[in-house]
């Protein structure tokens, strides 16, 4: 059922039309009683003129505008809705996107792959140019911060370094176990191992130029160097020792050393 101000609007029009049609009649009664008695009907003017004057009348309400809400109607037309493929536009461009992206990617990938390839193959060919390098009249005298000078070693340096070891001084017993290589390297078996050198270097250079077993124990050496060095990571005991016994036996002192 609707409610009172629902019926109110509808109300009041049909006072107003009551209205309208009495008064209508009212003004029109002259007329049509005149041609009544004469039996002819009033020509179209005289109508309009009369319909004219009862809109002019003064008493007559004017047009009414009512707004009203109401519940929507099942049977009202319905707003036209957007076609399927608009609601599918954002996922095409975010397809789009996903695929410009992985473009991207890839690109940036294939490029850091070729720089990384040209890199390795820089460091290649400076290794391998360094092992196949005639030696250079003035040896280095120092590696890194490292003396490898022959006069500054002892001559039996894995005795000395094994000396050093068992009197708790560890890290002096492996830089002399490592100067002396890289002294017997540079002076005994000319490698062409520079002032700049570093250790993975010295350890290609070496395998390039040494039998196996003598370049597996200076590989051995040097990472024990590095782990105690950089890592603070000493080795046991047993291998310390083994490394102090092998290094005058894989790389013995081929001359003799010359005086101070």
Not at 101 to 107: I, N, T
Not at 113 to 132: C, F
Request: charged share 20%; proline share 7%; glycine share 4%.
């Amino acid at each position: 059922m609707r409610s009172f101000a629902e019926r109110a609007p509808a109300r009041l029009m049909r006072t107003a039309c009551r209205q309208l049609a009495l008064c209508a009649c009212l003004m029109l009664a002259p007329v049509a009683c005149s041609y009544a008695s004469t039996g002819n009907a009033p020509p179209r003017t005289e109508v309009e003129a009369a319909a004219a004057r009862v809109a002019k009348d003064p008493n007559l309400p004017g047009s009414i505008t009512v707004r009203k809400l109401r519940l929507r109607d099942d049977d009202a037309p319905e707003t036209p809705s957007r076609p399927a493929g608009a609601s599918l536009q954002w996922l095409v461009d975010l397809l789009q996107w996903m695929t410009e992206a992985a473009r991207l990617v890839v690109w940036v990938a294939g490029a850091l792959a070729v720089a990384l390839l040209l890199v390795g193959i820089r460091h290649w060919i400076k290794v391998r140019a360094q092992a196949t390098m005639p030696p250079r009249a003035g040896l280095p005298s120092h590696v890194q911060s490292l003396d490898i000078r022959p006069e500054s070693l002892p001559d039996e340096i894995g005795a000395a370094a094994a000396q050093l070891w068992q009197q708790g001084e560890r890290r002096a017993a492996l830089s002399l176990l490592y100067r002396g290589a890289l002294s017997r390297l540079v002076h005994d078996h000319q490698m062409p191992i520079r002032a700049a050198t570093t250790e993975g270097e010295c350890v290609t250079i070496a395998s390039t130029r040494l039998d196996l077993p003598a370049a597996q124990f200076f590989a051995r050496l040097v990472r024990a160097w590095q782990l105690a060095v950089y890592g603070a990571r000493m080795p046991a005991d047993q291998d310390a020792l083994a490394l102090c016994r092998e290094l005058d036996a894989v790389l013995p002192l081929k001359k003799a050393t010359p005086a101070a």
